[in-house]
């Protein structure tokens, strides 16, 4: 019995490590970690065709951009009022700020709606010196870690050649190069963000004393039912969304993706032919397969007792993100961004031009949103509440529906979802423990 599951597993062993190939672009995501951030370790590479072709000829300056899709992601600011292409979409993916999943369920109100409205909500703030010492930590740990994979692999290697497994020493030589490279790539190359001097300051100055807020809403189109929604500085948003970001050594980067396009090709090739190969050598991919799971763990095993990694460090900057927030259809989720921590330099209505057209039909919905009170209290951060507007839900002049969105918005933002990562980046952007408003 055991003989026989010997010889399963033997037999299948060849075309274990196969669907790993059916993935393309894995390159990409592995590079946008390695030039963004030093404190983290790369999982084991694996490439098809196609990634060959997009590390031959890998453009620096579209290396945080997207290379899968032809319609570029649309942004919208509401600070600003405009709306502009998606810039470092690769990066922002990578940090978990766009391409989240949506809720593996929703409620029985949100399914019953004709259109439920998913909004991944994230907050951006400056680092603080507590993140950046903990970023230095981990850098050590990174240090650590990096040589004794690659010291493993390699006495790992040299065993399989004892043991006559060409293939998988030959598999075992190509993980470790390409890990060298890729670190390569991580020490030697630094990302360039825009606005660098303008954070500082909005740092420093903080929201209470005139520092600039945004919200910039993030969607495929604008047609979509999943919308991503980043708040924090102005400037900063801008330099991850709208300004490009650049790296210091590009000619460096070009010829390493060359040389780790080559070990993919390679390493393709091999795993390829050991479906062919005599019995003894077809264990050679279940060899690479292990190194594989192991490496992918550590890194895991490194973000979880350290931390997850911060993939805009060198920014620097700090990211939170909720559970995605479900509503009933878009009007009220419009309604939620809305009520978002914002300073107004162009019409507060001026984003909705690419949700809904500039009509007396929408303008009169402004008009009722203006006029309650429960979206008045909401949606002020830094002002005292007045009297006026502190007055009675039911006196507004909204209508049913009106009213339904504006409790639906107000009663999420003050949910477990939000309330706590808001208070939190309240308590950042002004620089004390902002009162929360409950809704009534």
């Not at 030039?35 to 300056?61: E, K, M």
């Not at 303008?198 to 910039?216: C, M």
Request: proline share 5%.
């Amino acid at each position: 019995m055991p003989q026989k599951l010997i010889n399963i597993i033997g037999s299948i062993a060849p075309w274990a490590p196969i669907p790993l190939f059916a993935e393309n672009q894995r390159s990409q995501r592995e590079l946008v970690s390695a030039v963004l951030t030093r404190t983290s370790l790369s999982a084991c590479l694996t490439g098809c065709i196609r990634d060959f072709d997009y590390l031959w000829n890998i453009d620096y300056i579209d290396l945080f951009g997207s290379s899968q899709k032809y319609r570029p992601t649309a942004v919208a600011s509401l600070c600003h009022g405009n709306s502009f292409d998606l810039a470092n979409e690769a990066a922002l993916e990578n940090v978990g700020i766009i391409c989240r999943h949506g809720p593996g369920s929703l409620s029985t109100s949100a399914s019953e709606s004709f259109r439920p409205t998913v909004i991944h909500l994230s907050f951006v703030t400056p680092s603080s010196e507590q993140a950046l010492r903990i970023n230095t930590a981990k850098g050590w740990a990174t240090l650590f870690l990096f040589p004794f994979e690659i010291i493993v692999t390699v006495c790992t290697a040299i065993i399989a050649l004892r043991n006559r497994l060409v293939f998988g020493f030959t598999l075992l030589v190509c993980v470790a190069i390409s890990q060298v490279l890729v670190f390569a790539i991580r020490m030697l190359n630094d990302p360039i963000f825009g606005n660098q001097a303008a954070v500082a300051s909005d740092k420093d100055l903080t929201a209470r004393n005139g520092a600039i807020l945004d919200v910039h809403v993030i969607a495929d189109s604008w047609n979509s039912s999943k919308l991503s929604v980043i708040c924090g500085y102005s400037k900063q948003l801008h330099a991850l969304t709208n300004i490009p970001i650049r790296i210091t050594r590009p000619r460096t980067l070009r010829w390493v993706c060359r040389v780790l396009a080559v070990v993919l090709t390679l390493q393709a090739a091999l795993l390829a032919a050991v479906a062919n190969a005599e019995k003894r050598e077809r264990w050679s991919s279940l060899l690479w397969l292990g190194f594989y799971l192991l490496m992918l763990f550590a890194k895991k095993g490194l973000n979880l007792f350290a931390g997850p990694e911060n993939l805009l460090e060198k920014q620097p900057a700090s990211v939170e993100i909720t559970k995605p927030l479900v509503f009933s259809g878009r009007r009220a989720a419009l309604v939620f961004i809305s009520m978002l921590p914002v300073s107004y330099k162009a019409n507060r209505w001026a984003w909705w031009d690419v949700f809904l057209p500039n009509n007396d039909r929408r303008r009169e919905f402004h008009a009722e949103l203006e006029s309650s009170a429960l979206f008045n209290r909401s949606a002020r951060w830094q002002e005292e509440v007045s009297e006026e507007i502190a007055g009675d839900e039911k006196k507004s002049h909204a209508n049913p529906f009106t009213s339904t969105w504006v409790k639906e918005a107000a009663s999420v933002l003050n949910g477990p979802e939000c309330k706590q990562y808001l208070e939190r980046y309240l308590g950042t952007v002004f620089k004390k423990q902002s009162k929360f408003r409950q809704p009534v």
